[in-house]
């Protein structure tokens, strides 16, 4: 099912030129195409979902949709439908005039009969074996007061700083994204793709200090520039740290159904100690697919 699955995402990479509507050169029977997903949140205004089948090789469009209520029900060219291996979700821009699928693609699974088990695992990443741990500290700055401002995913106790977080490599069309949740605001503490790096805004974040940007790994100081309502510095203590996963391009400046880390920052955390994360929210997001 695996390489089955590998071989749709390349598909829809490399015969993006071939997609066909349901009824080019083939008969205008259609017939149905039942989603029923669990775990998909709305997109907003500038992005749809949509759906495709794998026929021969080559992604077929099965139509678009806002709503994430499910069952929702599409009709589908019937032989196109019959000969399909795949079904794949992505994520498209609500204005899209490239026919073909984009990078971002949330679901996939290969039918067995007219059902097609679908899930996030093997077209974005597999997080079940994902661990993270963080420090607190303020790094950017010369103030030894205010270390419980900010928030770093790295572990120190070996005494030498590594790579907090063990993640999988994502797949095209994705980022990482660190968030501290603040009295229900989130707070993103920047997008990634290498836990062993430094996020994509060391060089360039509102919030850090004025002193350096901080080490080589993902993280934030809250230390200026506060968002509406917040207060920096600030005391992370009893915030939420996640880790999500997000698309790229980005639909919402909040946290994406995908967060497969998480934590609540302990009330007694000591500051410059590591703290491990636990299991986010919601690490996977599946459903089925059936054809009638």
Not at 43 to 66: A, H, K, R
Not at 152 to 172: E, H, I, K, Q, Y
Request: hydrophobic fraction near 40%; glycine fraction near 8%; charge should be negative.
């Amino acid at each position: 099912m695996m390489k089955k699955m590998i071989l749709a995402v390349l598909a829809l990479g490399m015969f993006a030129s071939s997609c066909s509507s349901d009824d080019d050169n083939k008969s205008s029977v259609n017939s149905n195409l039942t989603l029923n997903l669990d775990g998909l949140e709305a997109l907003g205004s500038d992005f749809v979902y949509e759906g495709w089948i794998i026929v021969e090789g080559s992604p077929v469009s099965t139509g678009t949709f806002s709503s994430v209520d499910f069952p929702q029900t599409f009709s589908v060219n019937s032989e196109q439908l019959d000969m399909a291996t795949t079904f794949v979700l992505s994520i498209e821009p609500a204005v899209d005039s490239d026919p073909s699928p984009a990078a971002t693609k949330i679901l996939a699974g290969d039918f067995s009969g007219a059902l097609a088990s679908v899930d996030s695992n093997g077209i974005v990443a597999n997080f079940s074996a994902s661990t993270g741990s963080y420090i607190l500290a303020t790094p950017t700055d010369t103030d030894d007061t205010n270390e419980d401002s900010g928030v770093w995913f790295l572990d120190n106790s070996s005494g030498s700083a590594v790579a907090g977080l063990d993640l999988p490599t994502l797949t095209d069309g994705w980022k990482y994204e660190g968030w501290a949740v603040l009295d229900g605001t989130p707070i993103s503490t920047g997008t990634f793709t290498d836990p062993a790096l430094a996020d994509n805004n060391a060089t360039t974040s509102i919030f850090k200090g004025d002193a350096g940007n901080g080490p080589s790994f993902p993280g934030e100081d809250f230390l200026q520039n506060a968002p509406t309502g917040i207060t920096f510095p600030t005391d992370l203590r009893g915030a939420t740290i996640v880790i999500s996963v997000e698309p790229s391009p980005d639909n919402s400046p909040t946290p994406f159904t995908l967060k497969p880390l998480a934590h609540v920052v302990p009330s007694d955390a000591a500051v410059h100690t590591t703290i491990s994360m636990g299991v986010g929210p919601t690490a996977v997001v599946s459903g089925s697919v059936t054809r009638n």
